[in-house]
């Protein structure tokens, strides 16, 4: 089992800046792929950002809304995945989940919300 804990959210002005973290725990040998997903009310889940959890490097990926403004990284040592948020706007506005993938399974935190007010 995959366990994930995100941190980091709140509410901040547009223009502003937060750094959402996300810390795995457990079985976590053979994740490959860590993200970040987001859901606004009546709206679906979809992803942010994702990046790969390979030894020879990562290979990030951003959703057309967000890049340029939001930067995803890892720091191993830690088991953490990082989502920089600058340059936020009220459409970012949404509970942030964290995901990760590990042998064809993926395991979800439980969220963390960001509020973005005009």
């Known amino acids: 089992q995959v366990q994930l804990v995100e941190s980091g959210g709140g509410l901040v002005q547009a223009g502003g800046s937060l750094r959402l973290s996300c810390a795995a725990s457990?079985?976590?040998?053979?994740?490959?792929?860590m993200g970040w997903y987001r859901q606004a009310p009546g709206k679906q889940r979809e992803l942010v950002a994702s990046i790969t959890s390979s030894t020879s490097g990562s290979n990030p990926n951003y959703a057309d809304s967000v890049k340029d403004r939001f930067t995803i990284s890892r720091d191993n040592a830690k088991n953490t995945v990082y989502l920089q948020m600058n340059s936020l706007k009220p459409e970012d506005t949404a509970v942030y989940y964290c995901k990760a993938d590990r042998r064809g399974r993926q395991y979800w935190g439980q969220g963390t919300q960001v509020t973005v007010s005009s």
């Open positions: 457990g079985i976590i040998f053979g994740i490959n792929v």
